[in-house]
């Protein structure tokens, strides 16, 4: 297998039947994901507009990569200074939490000690170096 396999989201799965326009990913701003198959590595490349490496976490147990973030806004804001304070409140306040995790199964050619993380520009880029599967090995047969 050469390939990066997502987990299945039992959202989608159990949705998808219902209502096949409907994708738990896109309506909840999942990350979008692209990866790359190089020679000697695979390239994943994850959009996270607004976040820093701080707001991200990149773990990998037993080829099970995982991204998640958890991010709540500390901004506090003043209030107006003519507006009595009781005058002012939230009606909706959807902005202060955002968190998200997805997984991926790596291939077996992958070399999970040397998996290399970096953010630049609000693009978090992982470098999944692969290595080379031992060949099928003949085996001889006795005459009996």
Do not use: C
């Not at 326009?21 to 996270?48: C, G, T």
């Not at 902005?95 to 520009?121: C, I, M």
């Not at 080379?132 to 009996?144: E, S, Y």
Request: aromatic fraction near 8%; charge should be negative.
């Amino acid at each position: 297998m050469n390939e990066l396999a997502l987990f299945n989201n039992f959202f989608d799965n159990a949705l998808g039947d219902v209502m096949p326009e409907f994708s738990f990913d896109r309506s909840f701003n999942m990350p979008k994901v692209d990866v790359k198959e190089e020679k000697d590595a695979y390239i994943m490349q994850m959009d996270l507009p607004g976040m820093t490496e701080k707001d991200v976490n990149v773990e990998l147990d037993h080829n099970i990569l995982t991204v998640s973030s958890h991010h709540e806004e500390e901004k506090e804001e003043k209030p107006d200074k003519n507006a009595k304070k009781e005058d002012q409140k939230w009606l909706i306040r959807e902005r202060r939490v955002s968190e998200f995790t997805r997984r991926f199964t790596l291939p077996d050619d992958t070399n999970g000690e040397n998996v290399a993380a970096s953010f630049k520009n609000g693009v978090l880029t992982v470098n999944i170096p692969r290595k080379a599967l031992a060949a099928p090995k003949r085996i001889a047969i006795a005459a009996a």
